[in-house]
């Protein structure tokens, strides 16, 4: 009965040092091609920085409100695994109505300190005011939350971007989507290997007490 179960837990052993070899391996391509993408974006900027200028793509482009495009989420999985995956907001004014608006309509009065004025003047500057108000049109201030906080990066650089501005562009969103595959498969390899490790002990044990099993049939 001891033999049996040395071997069914060898037989576990090797199936689960096979998956793990697998998951490395996957993982070292997955990296592999994460370096390459990230390179083959930073070079393709490089390139719209040389025809474009590089006072055009620079930080100084960047909208004044920014939300971003990807979401990550993150659930950890029965068997203690954690999976990362990532959704794409979909570009949409509708999703500026819920920023809290900002006016630009200068300073107000709650901050300006007040002076002591004669009564007289303080009588003309309201009529005058008054009179102002009535002949001036009445002007709504502008909200900044009206513009897109979700627009289109590229968009920041201007309406007709390079080819290799898009190209950046499309790697560093293959970059984004691979990360989180990446992160999927590192915590998976991490429960291989402790299960890897676990299994290696209770095998070591098992070995042990048929070895000492025989060892006291022989005896007897």
Known sequence: MGISELEESSLSLDGKLLRFMDQLELLEEKRATLNSLIEQGWFTMSKARY???NKQVSALQYASEIEPLVCVHARTLKNGEVDFC???????KESGKDVTSIEDIGP???????????????TEKEANDKARSQKAPEVTPVKRSDQN????????????????????QSSFKQ????????????TAVLNSRRELR?????????????????MDKVAD
């Open 51 to 53: 025809s474009m200028g």
């Open 86 to 92: 990532t959704e794409r907001v979909k570009q949409s």
């Open 108 to 122: 107000q009065e709650e901050g300006v300190r007040r002076r002591n004025k004669p009564q007289k003047d303080i």
């Open 149 to 168: 906080p979700q627009q289109d990066p590229l968009k920041w650089f201007g309406i007709l971007v390079p080819q290799s501005l898009k190209q950046a």
């Open 175 to 186: 970059v984004i989507e691979l990360s989180a595959e990446i992160a999927t498969l590192q």
């Open 198 to 214: 676990n299994s290696m002990n209770d095998k070591h044990v098992l070995q042990k007490t048929t070895s000492a099993a025989q």
